[in-house]
T-cell receptor, first 114, second 114 residues
């Protein structure tokens, strides 16, 4: 079984400030972890992924995330927020033994203030 | 460019009516998925298919049906048995079953019951 908890359904930051979106997961086998971004009335776009290897992964648009097995976390960060980062962000977990199915968190809406 | 095409973008269903949502991909991906998204909630898996002529129920399959006659196509039918079909429906694909290195999503179909 696998599950994802995203802490904070809404996060607000000022432009230029650090972005931190929190994700904790549960998985009985080694997980694959993902962050996706969704703009209004659109599909989701893959930001970054962790499968194996380096625990700090870099993605598009300056985002990165660190896989911490001991904390079962995969938090998403960006050093400096831009207005265009305002969107909804989803964390997801999958596993090679699970037919590629992903379980998604409930999402975090990021607001960026000028 | 390769991608996933969902149509129509908006769909209105009358009570007791069956409707079919189209999903076509030209990515040569083996696995395809249908998710339902409701406001403030994450994505919930309806059906998935790992190869042609085979598909499995997800977490909320009741009131839905699918087919996978071609690798490129994975249509979803919302039947009259689905009592609360108003939602945003997302189709996704991944390169192969089990090895989920991230989904590619379509732009979604918004279904409304009138």
């Amino acid at each position: 079984a696998q599950s994802v908890t995203q802490l904070g359904s809404h996060v607000s930051v000022s432009e230029g400030a650090l972005v931190l979106l929190r994700c904790n997961y549960s998985s009985s086998v080694p997980p694959y972890l993902f962050w996706y971004v969704q703009y209004p009335n659109q599909g989701l776009q893959l930001l970054l992924k962790y499968t194996t290897g380096a625990t700090l992964v870099k993605g598009i648009n300056g985002f990165e995330a660190e896989f911490k097995k001991s904390e079962t976390s995969f938090h998403l960060t960006k050093p400096s927020a831009h207005m265009s980062d305002a969107a909804e962000y989803f964390c997801a977990v999958s596993a090679e033994t699970n037919a590629g199915k992903s379980t998604f968190g409930d999402g975090t809406t990021l607001t960026v203030k000028p | 460019d390769g991608g996933i095409t969902q149509s129509p973008k908006y769909l209105f269903r009358k009570e007791g009516q069956n409707v079919t949502l189209s999903c076509e991909q030209n990515l040569n991906h083996d696995a395809m998925y249908w998710y339902r998204q409701d406001p403030g909630q994450g994505l919930r898996l309806i059906y998935y298919s790992q190869i042609v002529n085979d598909f499995q129920k997800g977490d909320i399959a009741e009131g839905y049906s699918v087919s996978r006659e071609k690798k490129e196509s994975f249509p979803l039918t919302v039947t009259s048995a689905q009592k609360n079909p108003t939602a945003f429906y997302l189709c996704a694909s991944s390169i192969s079953q089990g090895r989920n290195y991230g989904y590619t999503f379509g732009s979604g179909t918004r279904l409304t019951v009138v």
